[in-house]
């Protein structure tokens, strides 16, 4: 076998599977704290690209709200716009506990999946209506010229990969240090537990799941404005992304941030490994071995690899 | 004239089509100990559910003459009422120590640790176990996080919810000494549910005997203690 090929296929897959990492631990975010499964976070991760799009764009035929940009005191620069972009993302996310989850709050939980499944059309028709469905060109987050790489072993890994990576694991550790040390943090992990309690205990359940939403919409945005410059922005960008997210978080644990972590690199690994070294699994094929290593994981163990057993009272 | 802290008219309360209380009046003045006692289904856990705002009520809950009837749970505990519900309360998944200061989470002043060894220092067990999960404790060492986590939070009335449920009697006397002495000590003014009827009307200044969400009886505490249907139905004589 050839090393190098294996190392420069692990380094291309590294990537993605940031991406999904990025996505999963968002899905996480959620469903620790609202415990639901939010459909919905790959289109408002899309959407959050598409205002970066649109703040750098300008005033342009077919581009809805490139006066924006203008009225702003446009161009802007690729950082400040995709900032903008992200911050924006967050604000929507938090809006869309408020308006469309807190009020349905004692829904069942099937229903409220349903919701979010219902903003994932919503959004997707909009995003196609405003901007159109083909694909559009987007600027890199990071360098990717053709010399924009790290050389180690022969293998070549892209300055986009290193930067997405240092991106996530910096998100991850300031989320679990935001989780440990702070006030905030302490009254997440109670609500995500038992909001009945944590409201016992002063803590108002309905902001503190806003914070969540923002959160984790924050984290799509990074995510959708990551690689929106290597898949082509386009509403549907995010589907596949989604579908890989929920299987990354569910080999992983889904109430765990590390099991997202992991879930993704695991993901990323198979999708691009096992159609290189398997023969009958093509490339078209490649979601399979995500998939079947997400149930072989399940039948071993019911809460993922680093999901929260309950603790029962006695 | 003792000032009334909470006051009580027409509660009502319903899970769904079935009302369960059905127009309760009553009264805890302040720095009182106030016993609620009635058969088990009579609806005594429902109304300290009531009064913190998690069911659905009509009535009046005034609290320090604030009517706090719709007021959100987590604003009611924040205006001074803690409640250590039926057997919940802490979080298993978090260690004691978490446990206790999430109970504090109101409090912006930095006497919090003082108050964590002061709680340790009364329940010894809780300091041995302070980094386990609260899931793993006993059910009496529980019992006793969920006292000193509500209390966390130095609130001025007490809502306890049969708080010697599964406890050794021993246990039992030993924390109901610790309440008379706060009650003594800091004037905090208590709403007890409990079962343990002799000990809670021992403790108590005036008592409450719900039957089938209405209240049936009520009295000083000596008075119904020597009430012959109270003694029949409660203190088993
Ligand atoms: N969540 C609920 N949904 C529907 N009915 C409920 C609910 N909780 C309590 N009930 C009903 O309300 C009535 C009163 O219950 P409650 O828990 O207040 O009784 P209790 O006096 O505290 O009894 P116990 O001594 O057993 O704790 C019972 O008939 C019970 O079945
Ligand atoms: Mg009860």
Redesign the pocket.
């Known amino acids: 076998m050839d090393v190098v090929l294996l190392l420069q296929r692990i380094f291309d897959a590294l990537f993605n599977s940031a991406i999904y990492s990025s996505l999963a631990l968002a899905l996480v975010i959620i469903f620790r704290s609202t415990g639901l499964l939010n459909f919905a976070q790959g289109e408002m991760a899309t959407f959050s690209a598409y205002i970066a799009f649109v703040l750098l764009a300008g005033a342009a035929p077919g581009v809805k709200g490139g006066g924006l940009a203008s009225w702003i005191g446009a161009p802007l620069v690729t950082p400040v716009a995709i900032g903008l972009a992200v911050i924006i993302g967050i604000g929507a996310g938090a809006a869309t506990e408020r308006v469309l989850i807190r009020p349905l709050r004692n829904a069942p939980e099937l229903a409220l999946v349903n919701v979010t499944i219902g903003i994932l059309l919503a959004l997707n028709s909009l995003m196609g209506q405003w901007w159109g469905t083909g694909p559009r060109v987007f600027p890199p987050f990071f360098p990717s010229s053709p010399g924009d790489h790290i050389d180690i072993a022969g293998a070549r890994i892209r300055y986009s990969t290193v930067g997405a990576w240092l991106v996530l694991l910096t998100l991850l550790l300031l989320l679990a240090l935001l989780l440990r040390y702070t006030r905030a943090g302490l009254a997440f992990r109670a609500v995500s537990i038992d909001p009945v309690s944590a409201a016992l205990n002063g803590i108002r359940v309905g902001p503190t799941l806003m914070y969540g939403w923002a959160l984790a919409a924050g984290l799509g945005a990074i995510a959708a404005n990551m690689s929106a410059n290597s898949v082509l922005l386009e509403p549907t960008m995010m589907v596949r992304v989604l579908v890989y997210a929920f299987a990354a978080a569910t080999l992983g644990g889904l109430d765990s941030p590390k099991g997202a972590l992991v879930g993704g690199v695991v993901v990323g690994l198979s999708q691009t490994l096992i159609p290189a070294y398997v023969p009958f699994i093509g490339f078209e094929l490649s979601v399979l071995p995500a998939l079947v290593a997400m149930v072989v994981v399940l039948i071993v163990r019911p809460a993922g690899l680093f999901g929260t057993q309950r603790i029962e009272r006695v | 004239m003792t000032e009334m802290m909470l006051k009580v008219e027409d509660l009502h309360a319903r ?2 089509a ?1 009302e ?1 209380l059905r127009g309760l009046d009553f009264e805890v003045p302040e720095g009182n100990v106030v016993v609620v006692l ?10 300290l ?1 009531a009064l913190c705002n998690m ?1 659905t009520t009509t009535g009046t809950v005034l609290f320090e003459g604030d009517d706090i009837t719709r007021a959100k749970t987590a604003d009611i505990v924040r205006r001074g009422v803690a409640h250590v519900p ?1 057997g919940r309360g802490t979080f298993p998944e978090l260690s004691v120590m978490d446990n206790l200061k999430i109970g504090a989470y109101t409090r912006k002043d930095n006497e919090v640790g003082a108050d964590v060894d002061r709680w340790f220092e009364i329940f010894p067990r809780l300091e041995e176990r302070r980094d386990q999960l609260a899931g793993s404790l006993s059910g009496g060492e529980q019992q006793m996080l969920a006292v000193a986590r509500a209390l966390m939070c130095r609130p001025r009335l007490l809502l306890l ?2 708080p010697s449920l599964g406890l050794a009697p021993l246990i039992i006397e030993d924390l109901f000494e610790r309440f008379a002495q706060l009650n003594k000590e800091t004037g905090l003014t208590m709403l007890l ?1 409990e ?1 343990n009827a002799n000990l809670a009307l021992d403790m108590a200044d005036y008592g409450y005997v ?1 039957e089938s ?1 209405e209240i049936a009886l009520h009295g000083p505490a000596e008075q119904l203690k020597n009430d012959p249907a109270v003694q029949e139905a409660y203190l088993g004589a």
């Open positions: 899970y769904g079935v369960v009635g058969a088990n289904g009579a609806g005594k856990t429902t109304t559910r069911c039926q919810d049969e549910v079962q719900i969400g």
